[in-house]
Each structure stands twice: as C-alpha cells, then as structure tokens.
C-alpha cells in the first residue's frame, strides 16, 4: 500500500498558490528524458558496484512542457553533466538523479495537482534525500510543507528560480512558518527573492528617467509578489504610479484580446508598463496588444521580471524588441565577465561541448550552484534526510567557495531562513531576439 500519504493544507482562507513560469509542443518533454537517459543509465551502473547504503537518490522537479521548457531543459542536462564531473560523489556517498516533471499538458506548464503528486513522490522514494527545484514559486508552496513532514526527518529543497519572500520571510498573512507545519525549515534557495528584484526594477525605472508607470500582475503568487514589490519602491523613487492597488491591475490569461485594456491605459500616457507576471499566462497576446495600442518600447518603455526570461518565444517577438527584463541574479554574461577563468566559465565551456550549445537562459547555471549546495550537505551529512538538511540550516551551514562556486564568487545560504545572501540583479534587454545584459543593479 506504500506510505501513508502526508495531506496539504492550504497556507490560508484566500491565498493563491499559484506562481511563476506553455506549451510549445507536448511532445518535447520527452526530450528531457532521452536527453539524461545516457547520463542517468551511467549513474545507475555506476551505482551498481556501490554498497546500496551509500547510494543516495537527489532530483529535479521543474516544469517539462510549457514555454519554460528551454531553460529548464538546459537545468537538467546542466545538472547530468556536473555530476558525472564530480563522479557522481558527494563525500562518502554515490549520487544518482531522479527527474520530475511538475507540469501537464492540460495546463501547459506547472500544475497544482502535479506539484502535489510529485511531493508525496519524493517522500515515498526511501533513497530520495534533497530535491533541486521548484522553478514556479506556487509549485513549491505545494511541495515544501509535505517534504518538511517527511519520514525519517524534514526532506531538503533547494530553488534555482523561487523568487517568491514568502517562501521564507514575512510577506503574506501566515508566512513563512505555515509552509514549515513542524517548525524545522528545509527549504533554501539560490537566488534572490522579489522585494529585491522588484525593488532593482524600480530603481532602474528611475535612472533612464522614467516618471510615471502602470503596473500589470497576472494574479498569480509570482506575479503579485514581483508587482506589489515593483510598486512599493516605484512610489518611494517619486515615480507616478497610475495602476491602482498594491499589485497593480491583473490581467486574465485566457483572454485573448487585450485592445480595451491598453486603450483604457493609453488615455493616462504612462512613461512605462511594468509587467509583473510570467510569459506562458497570455504573455504573448499581451505584448503583441501592448505593441498595437501604445506603440513600440521606444514609445512607452516595457519592463519585465525574470518570469520573461529564458524564453526563446518572446525574445523572437519584433513586439519585445528594446523591452527592459530583469533577473534574480547574475546573468550567465555577467558570471562569464566577472569570472573570466573560474568554475562557472569552465562548466559553460564543457556544457557547450557537450551539448553543442549554450544553456538556454541564467537558471541553469543557478540549477547546478543549487546541486553544489546539495552535495555539499549531503558530504557533510550522515546520509539521512535529516542529517542533510541539519547540514544546511545548523552549525556553519554551507558555502560554496568562489573558486568552486559555478557563479563565480562563494556562495551562503542563511541558517535562519535558507535564502542566499547575495543580492544580485541583472537587468538586461532584447535586442535582435536576444536577452543582452546591461548592467547589474545594486538595490540601493
């Protein structure tokens, strides 16, 4: 009958647990799977040889089919190639991967029932140790208080792209504790939260001279998260915030025709239209009716935040040519120009080789820094769900050295709350179909 299965509750009366980050084609999520086959058949083999008891399973749980596909591809097969790297080994213990897909093809990207279904997955895998995602901060409110009630002690996460402060600082009624139903946190993450990056974008809003903004969310966690934070800042910065409401004004993602909304946002003649929200809930549409109505990002700038990024689809679109995006973190570009010579150069270098191409988006790069913390905890473990994440949230926690950290300088996660303690935020553009850095924005 397997293990008694450990219920969700819902953090709060009227909370959405819905976040960030289509689908192309449903067929290409299989790719993910025949793309690790190889890599994962070599960790089972090499399993094979290694007394059962120091075999430890990790896994990914990312959306397979959706527009966030490319990057979260790249995730994978970034994570595949860095553990045949180190071997497979974290200290004493043998390593294999286990690859979850938290999306279904009725939703055309992460699902809600899926996230469920997968967490009561990794509870009942017993070799299952740490799990390496969400990339959708919804999924993961889903998915965190099940692993912290898990047999055998409290099972790890670790985010390469949870944006979301509720995850782990106050932000909404209830959180963070509510997603810790046993008081022991196991959840960390690699990047920065939204009141940061939301702050970033504001702040950059002010410095090319923008002075008045309407705020759009696609109502979701993510989305609503990365808006309040835009506009909170966006009105200490003196910029004439013209949407009203802390999140902005949402949009459906089901419509299919955005004309009456822009016309309605023309007549006020904003500087700029921040988009709060991820591409795969009628991103498209939108910048397309964004484009028709108020014309080109010369006209009236655009900006949006990392749920824009990594997305092939948009990039390509004449309507997102000159838009402003930001991200949680240091672009690939950036870590390559800070680090020249260092670990995250070296594995983007092997990446291409191996696969005949650059990672699609920054995530991947930040999925592979999530794994370091991972093994790191795991070497310092005593191979229990448990001991790894006391590694990662007692004593001196973890660090990732700059010279071995893939994002070019060292890397902590907090004790107390398991966020990173860098603040980094890259804003970039599109030009010619492609994100291009510009610079990184210190929050001030």
Request: glycine share 4%.
């Given at each position: 009958m397997g293990p008694r299965p450990i219920i969700y509750r819902p953090p709060c009366p009227g909370t959405q647990v819905t976040g960030r980050h289509y689908m192309k084609k449903s067929f290409r999520a299989v790719s993910i799977v025949a793309a690790v086959a190889m890599i994962t058949t070599g960790l089972v083999a090499t399993s094979a040889v290694t007394n059962a008891a120091t075999v430890l399973t990790i896994s990914t749980d990312l959306p397979l089919q959706g527009s966030s596909f490319d990057s979260n591809d790249s995730t994978n097969k970034a994570i595949a190639l860095y553990l045949k790297q180190v071997g497979y080994k974290a200290g004493k213990y043998t390593v294999k991967l286990k690859i979850y897909d938290d999306a279904t093809a009725a939703k055309g990207g992460w699902d809600d029932a899926k996230c469920a279904a997968n967490a009561q997955a990794h509870v009942a895998n017993k070799t299952e140790v740490a799990v390496m995602g969400t990339y959708n901060s919804g999924c993961a409110k889903i998915i965190v208080p099940i692993l912290n009630q898990a047999p055998g002690g409290a099972m790890t996460m670790i985010s390469d792209a949870n944006t979301n402060p509720g995850l782990t600082k106050s932000w909404n009624p209830g959180e963070p504790d509510v997603y810790y139903p046993t008081g022991v946190r196991n959840y960390a993450r690699v990047c920065t939260t939204d009141d940061v990056q939301g702050a970033a974008a504001a702040q950059f809003a002010k410095s090319i001279g923008i002075k008045s903004v309407y705020v759009l969310n696609d109502t979701q966690t993510y989305g609503q998260g990365v808006a309040q934070a835009f506009t909170t800042e966006a009105k200490k910065q003196g910029l004439n915030v013209l949407s009203s409401g802390a999140y902005g004004e949402g949009w459906d993602a089901?419509?299919?025709?955005?004309?009456?909304?822009?016309?309605?946002?023309?007549a006020l003649n904003p500087d700029m239209l921040y988009i709060g929200g991820i591409f795969d809930n009628g991103g498209a549409q939108l910048v397309k009716d964004k484009f028709k109505v108020l014309g080109n990002n010369t006209a009236v700038k655009m900006m949006a935040p990392d749920g824009f990024t990594g997305y092939p689809d948009f990039n390509s679109m004449p309507e997102a040519d000159g838009a402003y995006l930001s991200f949680a973190g240091l672009s690939t570009e950036l870590l390559l120009k800070n680090a020249p010579t260092g670990a995250g150069?070296?594995?983007?270098?092997?990446?291409?080789?191996?696969?005949?191409?650059?990672?699609?988006?920054?995530?991947?790069?930040?999925?592979?820094?999530?794994?370091?913390?991972?093994?790191?905890?795991?070497?310092k473990s005593n191979g229990t769900r448990k001991g790894v994440t006391n590694a990662i949230f007692s004593g001196s926690g973890i660090t990732i050295p700059a010279a071995q950290s893939v994002l070019g300088k060292a890397l902590t996660i907090s004790t107390l709350s398991g966020d990173t303690l860098a603040k980094d935020v890259t804003i970039e553009i599109v030009k010619g179909g492609q994100e291009t850095t510009l610079k990184a924005q210190t929050v001030k």
């Open positions: 089901k419509q299919t025709d955005f004309t009456a909304l822009f016309t309605k946002i023309k150069a070296k594995f983007v270098k092997a990446y291409k080789a191996t696969y005949k191409k650059d990672p699609i988006g920054s995530y991947p790069i930040y999925g592979v820094a999530a794994v370091q913390v991972i093994l790191a905890a795991i070497a």
